[in-house]
């Protein structure tokens, strides 16, 4: 696995993790029926907070993102993405269980939706997670405190 860190994400971030979300997303939506090139990367733009999204790099290159945001009774993991030449090379693991350790110290619960049928299902349970509920489209998960 190579050597990662994090940065804070800033605004100067959006259109790099736009463009990683549209093309790590791209075969699940299309599977489902639900890609549109434009919605991809708007939707992304239109809820992204620097404030609550680090940049992953990998040798100093921007290598994907993840946003961990508060809410009321959880933190919601979103806009989790490494590139694709990344993926399955231990990096996202090593990324989740750096955030799951610091959402353990302060003792949230963590949750997060995905796409039906994506292979980043598999990740999410290694680590804990499991179903709340789902739909059609999206499947919704939470990891509990550890015991």
Avoid: K
């Amino acid at each position: 696995m190579a050597d990662w860190a994090f940065r804070q994400a800033s605004m100067s971030d959006v259109e790099a993790v736009a463009e990683l979300r549209a093309t790590v997303l791209r075969t699940d939506l299309v599977r489902l029926g639900r890609y549109d090139a434009h919605r991809v990367r708007q939707r992304l733009r239109d809820g992204f907070d620097p404030a609550h999204t680090w940049v992953i790099e990998v040798g100093g290159v921007f290598a994907g993102c993840v946003a961990l945001r508060p809410s009321d009774d959880s933190h919601w993991l979103e806009h989790f993405y490494l590139t694709p030449a990344l993926q399955g090379s231990g990096i996202g693991s090593s990324v989740l269980r750096e955030l799951l350790d610091r959402c353990d110290r302060s003792g949230a619960l963590v949750r997060l939706n995905l796409l039906q049928g994506s292979p980043a299902r598999r990740l999410y349970e290694r680590h804990g997670f499991t179903v709340e509920f789902e739909d059609p489209v999206d499947v919704f998960m939470v990891r509990r405190l550890p015991r």
